[in-house]
Nanobody, 119 residues
């Protein structure tokens, strides 16, 4: 059973870069047809998909966040990382990592981590 765990600072100052890591266990991030996403939920709002890195390392981003978002991976540590630059208080949210499988509706979530943007 795959498990995902988000980690990173809970408080980020405005204009700084938010950086979160998702550590994966129970499966390799390079396994064919696995897609590793970042999703967030601001307080009182719905889920927002931010971007994905695929098993081959290809990345795709939400058009609304593309200019500020970067997703990368460290295959030696079985981790993938989100960087969101130039944050504002509107980036305050619970951030989740997750895994989808091509051709399947299954989706596995991390437990989520709260990130607050405040001076």
């Amino acid at each position: 059973q795959v498990q995902l765990q988000e980690s990173g600072p809970g408080l980020v100052k405005p204009s700084q870069t938010l950086s979160l890591t998702c550590t994966v266990s129970g499966g390799s991030i390079t396994t064919n047809y696995y897609y590793w996403s970042w999703i967030r939920q601001p307080p009182g709002k719905g889920l927002e998909w931010m971007g994905v890195i695929g098993y081959s390392g290809s990345t795709y981003y939400s058009p609304s966040l593309k200019s500020r978002t970067s997703i990368s991976r460290d295959t030696s540590k079985n981790q993938f990382t989100l960087q969101l630059s130039s944050v504002t208080p509107e980036d305050t949210a619970v951030y989740y990592c997750g895994r989808a499988t091509g051709g399947s509706t299954d989706f596995y979530w991390g437990q989520g981590t709260q990130v607050t943007v405040s001076s």
